[in-house]
């Protein structure tokens, strides 16, 4: 637990908790919102934000992403967090002025009005709907399209996506009502024949077979209610540990959903904010049995594009780059006494250190998650066999795991090359 003041009333809150995660169970309010409890931190809103003295130095951060620390102090509502908040209610207003919620949020800061021009939209643009579709129920069928006031989330091309399952959580978190893709796959699904109108729980992954007897009228149907009934909210967030366990092979390499990415090769997994990082089953392959591994000391601090630790495997060495700034705090003591545990689970108990990121939603932002991270990988194993066919005499299949001994059958050119066209940063 961490000891930490907010408003000047010390409260504690376990380690890696969010500023505001902290604030709302110890009953203090920090307005919010794109934040939710069951989705990726995306601190897009700034409503949450909070001035934070660490140090004797006071910064501006957003609640959502800032991890409590000890004995740090902080504001909620001073008069500049007021000004901001007014500001960030006037421009919402501006660009959703007919948004009864919006309307009532900006009133309980005491705006009435805007300054600003009047747009026509009912989307506020908090990202909760493509956040669940991409993370939760792993469909990606919506994503964020144009710039400015044309920003909004869509399918590709504006046309019906054959991704969306119809689970309906896109328009159950949505704040004011602007997502409305349920509605329109409804209609869709109805001109189906009867065979193809797969109830939606199917579509989930809930059941295995179920043909919607009901025209797709869900809140007529036992089924539906009794999900709702046990779910306590919407049904899809009860998938949400089984589908980050799940995970998938790219050509010959494993790809974990419950990780992110970066060109480097290092995975990356959110844990109480920070991130926990290791090797991915790319690098795993590439040098087989990891026989020996030099890490940077504890707390010190670690540049983007410089080395965050050099593993040797089959007598050939790769240095491993973060592309963000930050401190280990913490190093897997297992993997300090037996190095071949990093090869022979790289993504459980071969992880490799706990990092403490400078700023933890840049950082987010940088790496592959997701359908990125699958045609990221695709492009890799490509090049990879591309480069393997050009430059040495092995017959690889690009369907089955590389040999075991792969780095040793390599000479220091063509490593050389795997290096830097697989892990040094670009530009090096």
């Given at each position: ?94 660009r959703c002025p007919d948004v009864d919620f919006v309307r009532n949020l900006a009133a309980s800061f005491g705006v009435e009005g805007t300054r600003f021009t009047k747009g026509h939209s009912d989307c506020i643009l908090c990202g909760q709907c493509v956040r669940v579709c991409r993370d939760v129920v792993k469909a990606q069928a919506i994503d964020f399209t144009g710039r ?281």
């Amino acid at each position: 637990m961490v000891s930490l003041f907010i408003d000047g009333q010390k409260i504690q809150a376990k380690d890696g908790t969010s500023i505001l995660e902290a604030a709302l169970e110890a009953g203090i309010h920090i307005p919010h919102l794109c934040y939710n409890k069951d989705l990726e931190t995306y601190g897009g809103c700034r409503l949450c934000m909070v001035e934070v003295t660490e140090n004797g130095f006071t910064r501006l951060q957003p609640s959502c992403a800032f991890p409590v620390k000890k004995d740090i102090e902080v504001k909620t509502n001073t008069d500049r967090l007021i000004r901001g908040r007014k500001l960030i209610a006037e421009l919402l207003l501006s660009r959703c002025p007919d948004v009864d919620f919006v309307r009532n949020l900006a009133a309980s800061f005491g705006v009435e009005g805007t300054r600003f021009t009047k747009g026509h939209s009912d989307c506020i643009l908090c990202g909760q709907c493509v956040r669940v579709c991409r993370d939760v129920v792993k469909a990606q069928a919506i994503d964020f399209t144009g710039r400015g006031r044309d920003r909004y989330p869509k399918t590709p091309f504006d046309m019906p996506s054959e991704d969306c399952v119809g689970c309906g959580s896109c328009t159950y978190v949505c704040p004011t009502g602007a997502m409305k893709m349920e509605h329109e796959n409804v209609l869709r699904w109805r001109r189906l024949p009867g065979p193809l109108r797969k109830c939606r729980y199917m579509r989930m992954g809930f059941i295995p077979h179920k043909v919607c007897p009901n025209n797709y009228e869900c809140w007529n149907c036992e089924v539906d209610q009794k999900m709702e009934d046990l779910a306590a909210t919407h049904p899809v967030f009860m998938l949400k540990q089984t589908r980050e366990a799940e995970r998938e092979k790219i050509a010959q390499f494993e790809l974990r959903f419950d990780r992110m990415y970066n060109e480097g090769h290092i995975w990356a997994k959110k844990i109480n904010g920070y991130f926990r990082l290791g090797i991915d089953d790319f690098t795993r392959q590439l040098l087989g049995q990891i026989e020996e591994i030099q890490m940077p000391k504890p707390n010190s601090i670690i540049r983007s594009g410089e080395p965050i630790w050099i593993i040797t495997g089959n007598g050939k060495t790769l240095h491993m780059y973060t592309l963000f700034e930050g401190k280990p705090i913490h190093m897997n003591p297992d993997i300090l006494d037996k190095p071949p545990l990093i090869g022979m689970d790289p993504y459980d108990r071969g992880w490799i250190l706990t990092f403490e990121p400078t700023d933890l939603l840049h950082a987010a932002k940088g790496l592959f998650k997701g359908r990125s991270a699958k045609e990221w990988l695709k492009n890799v194993a490509d090049r990879l066999h591309a480069l393997i066919e050009g430059n040495t005499n092995l017959n690889l299949s690009p369907q089955r795991p590389l040999p075991h001994d792969f780095a040793g059958l390599l000479d220091r050119d063509v490593w050389r090359k795997i290096e830097q066209d697989f892990f040094e940063p670009k530009g090096a």
